[in-house]
Nanobody, 115 residues
Framework: QVQLVESGGGLVQPGGSLRLSCAAS????????MSWYRQAPEKQRELVAR???????NYADSVKGRFTISRENAKNTVYLQMNSLKPEDTAVYYC?????????WGKGVLVTVSS
């Protein structure tokens, strides 16, 4: 019922910035929260950031002060602004949401931080 499509991944040097986007489409009655997860090679998938309709946000300790999550509700789109990127941020980043209680995942985009 819902498709999540991420964009904005790529290669960036340490200290650089990227902005990820995730657009939701399909049959949408209400998405209360949207999140970004990431998974590095041979590592567990972890929650990076989450935002709810009221604007409340949560961040992993490793990205606080560097990443910012935001929503454009009219476009059913969530963004992740990533600044001061570090090599340890290298991972596949996944968009996630619950639509009327049903979980949906994007296919993921690769972010590589390397010089």
């Amino acid at each position: 019922q819902v498709q999540l499509v991420e964009s904005g991944g790529g290669l960036v040097q340490p200290g650089g910035s990227l902005r990820l986007s995730c657009a939701a489409s399909g049959i949408i009655f209400g998405i209360n929260s949207m999140s970004w997860y990431r998974q590095a090679p041979e590592k567990q998938r972890e929650l990076v950031a989450r935002i709810i309709n009221g604007g409340t946000t949560n961040y992993a300790d490793s990205v606080k002060g560097r990443f910012t999550i935001s929503r454009e509700n009219a476009k059913n789109t969530v963004y992740l602004q990533m600044n001061s990127l570090k090599p340890e941020d290298t991972a596949v980043y996944y968009c996630h949401c619950f639509e009327t209680g049903v979980p949906y995942w994007g296919k993921g985009v690769l972010v590589t931080v390397s010089s």
